[in-house]
């Protein structure tokens, strides 16, 4: 999905085309949060100032790129996994019969739906965890950019969050549904408390 020109993933997402949709938009958009906490490590290495910091800098990166290349993927997942339950929510539903076999693999399309925005989620409250680090060992020259970075991600995390329950709740499995919504509740409380924290944090550096 990625490997088409940004121009393109905007107009086919803003287009009446099922996919992509609000999943792999909130992925793309982690994706790019992450980057910019990249792009803070990146100015980091090699300077002076940073010298003390500049190994811990290093694996800040390798991490962060291990997120990026997940977040990324996820994009085509994403649309993947969707296609088959826009087909299902397309399916006749007229005599008893057709309804069963509508529900059966809606039913069953609503899984694999529901766990990649899950794990759009986890990576997500994982990149902020990161800027966290960034914001306090990064160059100060790009500080703003870990704010920019952690908001985005934050945002991503709140877009997952809403396509998991656009299909939890129409989940018949009690256990599964019980299951990811606790998940993604607690990924939530950790995720969300702790991006405005950074984002407090580097507002302060600009305005001291």
């Not at 994706?31 to 010298?51: D, E, P, R, W």
């Not at 809606?106 to 994982?126: F, K, S, Y």
């Amino acid at each position: 999905m990625l490997e088409k020109s940004s121009n393109q993933f905007i107009e086919e997402l803003s287009s009446k085309a099922p996919i992509p949709g609000g999943g792999g938009a909130s992925a793309y958009v982690g994706a790019l949060g992450m980057a910019l906490g990249s792009m803070v490590g990146n100015l980091t290495i090699g300077k002076k100032k940073y010298k003390d910091v500049e190994e811990d800098v290093k694996v800040l990166l390798e991490k962060s790129e291990t997120i990026i290349r997940n977040l990324k993927s996820l994009v085509s997942k994403d649309a993947e996994v969707f296609y088959p339950l826009s087909q299902a929510y397309g399916m006749p539903s007229t005599t008893e019969e057709e309804k069963k076999k509508k529900d059966e693999v809606l039913q069953a399309a609503l899984v694999d739906a529901t766990m990649v925005p899950l794990e759009i989620a986890r990576n997500c409250v994982d990149a902020i965890h990161l800027h966290e680090e960034y914001a306090r060992k990064g160059t100060r020259i790009a500080i703003s950019d870990v704010g920019v970075g952690v908001i985005f991600c934050k945002a991503a995390l709140q877009g997952a969050k809403l396509n998991v329950l656009i299909n939890t709740k129409i989940m018949k499995d009690a256990e599964l549904k019980k299951k990811v919504e606790t998940e993604l509740a607690e990924i939530e409380r950790m995720g969300l408390a702790k991006a405005d924290e950074i984002y407090r944090e580097v507002e302060s550096m600009l305005q001291s």
